[in-house]
């Protein structure tokens, strides 16, 4: 893979290849825990990849074979006052939400343990893979706290609100079976074949239109968070919009034709 031109970063590695960004949290000597930086570099990271043209999906991941994200910077949350505390989360919350509404699919591939923020992180993207290794929670309740980087808002919506309880309230780790069972993750792979299995999900998103892609998105997103009446219109909305693009019509035509669609983003 080619890096990315013009972007640094202390604690990511962000590569692009073949219009597929792969985003690595890059600190395995603490099991890619997340910190200030770290969430910092996240959402900058995000906000380029959003307006980079050269890319139309992005696959998140950790570094190593151990973890995704192990969780937050224990010592950093150890010291926090109350305001700082509440600013923490927002930071990471705002990181998230970043990563929710880029208008491109995120992949996780979650390659070990993903817990506290890591899952949180997981939880933020539209797709998540797991390795047969990987061990998912939200063990905040032990250490005295919540769930911050909206675990608790996002977790229910994914896989039920008697599911989610569970898992926060007992704050235990389940494997990724279990995972796969109610619906935390679409699939899992074994370690050595999860990359190529994201980037093989990834290549087929990308023969697809990507304005289709960025409305479904975000007529799907944004319709979870209010009620049917106002999601449906949502969806009239976007429906009527992509009914003026090249694409519809490339696409239609294609079928007709009996040929594959050669979308331009028009």
């Given at each position: 893979?080619?890096?990315?031109?013009?972007?640094?970063?202390?604690?990511?590695?962000?590569?692009?290849?073949?219009?597929?960004?792969?985003?690595?949290?890059?600190?395995?000597?603490v099991l890619n825990a997340l910190n200030e930086k770290t969430v910092r570099e996240i959402h900058a990271a995000f906000s380029s990849l959003r307006d980079n043209d050269e890319v139309g999906v992005v696959i998140l991941t950790g570094s190593g074979e151990k973890a995704f994200v192990a969780g937050a910077d224990i010592n950093e949350l150890a010291v926090m006052t109350p305001l700082q505390g509440e600013a923490s989360s927002k930071l990471g919350q705002a990181a998230l939400r970043e990563i929710e509404t880029l208008g491109k699919p995120v992949i996780?591939?979650?390659?070990?343990?993903?817990?506290?923020?890591?899952?949180?992180?997981?939880?933020?993207?539209?797709?998540?893979?797991?390795?047969?290794?990987?061990?998912?929670?939200?063990?905040?309740?032990?250490?005295?706290?919540?769930?911050?980087?909206?675990?608790?808002?996002?977790?229910?919506?994914?896989?039920?609100?008697?599911?989610?309880?569970?898992?926060?309230?007992?704050?235990?780790?389940?494997?990724?079976?279990?995972?796969?069972?109610?619906?935390?993750?679409?699939?899992?792979?074994?370690?050595?074949?999860?990359?190529?299995?994201?980037?093989?999900?990834?290549?087929?998103?990308?023969?697809?239109?990507?304005?289709?892609?960025?409305?479904?998105?975000?007529?799907?997103?944004?319709?979870?968070?209010?009620?049917?009446?106002?999601?449906?219109?949502?969806?009239?909305?976007?429906?009527?919009?992509?009914?003026?693009?090249?694409?519809?019509?490339?696409?239609?035509?294609?079928?007709?034709?009996?040929?594959?669609?050669?979308?331009?983003?028009?």
């Amino acid at each position: 893979m080619t890096t990315a031109v013009g972007t640094t970063y202390e604690n990511l590695i962000v590569e692009v290849q073949n219009r597929i960004a792969r985003v690595t949290v890059n600190r395995p000597k603490v099991l890619n825990a997340l910190n200030e930086k770290t969430v910092r570099e996240i959402h900058a990271a995000f906000s380029s990849l959003r307006d980079n043209d050269e890319v139309g999906v992005v696959i998140l991941t950790g570094s190593g074979e151990k973890a995704f994200v192990a969780g937050a910077d224990i010592n950093e949350l150890a010291v926090m006052t109350p305001l700082q505390g509440e600013a923490s989360s927002k930071l990471g919350q705002a990181a998230l939400r970043e990563i929710e509404t880029l208008g491109k699919p995120v992949i996780a591939a979650i390659n070990g343990f993903a817990l506290g923020g890591g899952c949180e992180l997981a939880l933020a993207c539209h797709i998540r893979f797991a390795s047969e290794n990987a061990k998912l929670g939200l063990p905040e309740v032990g250490l005295g706290i919540i769930p911050g980087y909206g675990g608790t808002q996002r977790l229910p919506r994914i896989v039920g609100l008697g599911h989610a309880l569970e898992i926060i309230t007992t704050a235990r780790m389940i494997d990724a079976q279990e995972a796969l069972r109610i619906g935390l993750v679409n699939r899992v792979y074994p370690q050595n074949e999860l990359i190529a299995q994201s980037e093989k999900v990834a290549s087929e998103i990308l023969s697809r239109g990507a304005l289709a892609i960025r409305y479904a998105l975000d007529a799907a997103i944004r319709g979870m968070e209010t009620d049917l009446t106002q999601g449906l219109e949502r969806e009239a909305g976007h429906f009527g919009l992509l009914a003026a693009t090249a694409d519809m019509h490339e696409g239609l035509k294609a079928f007709l034709e009996k040929r594959k669609p050669t979308f331009t983003g028009a």
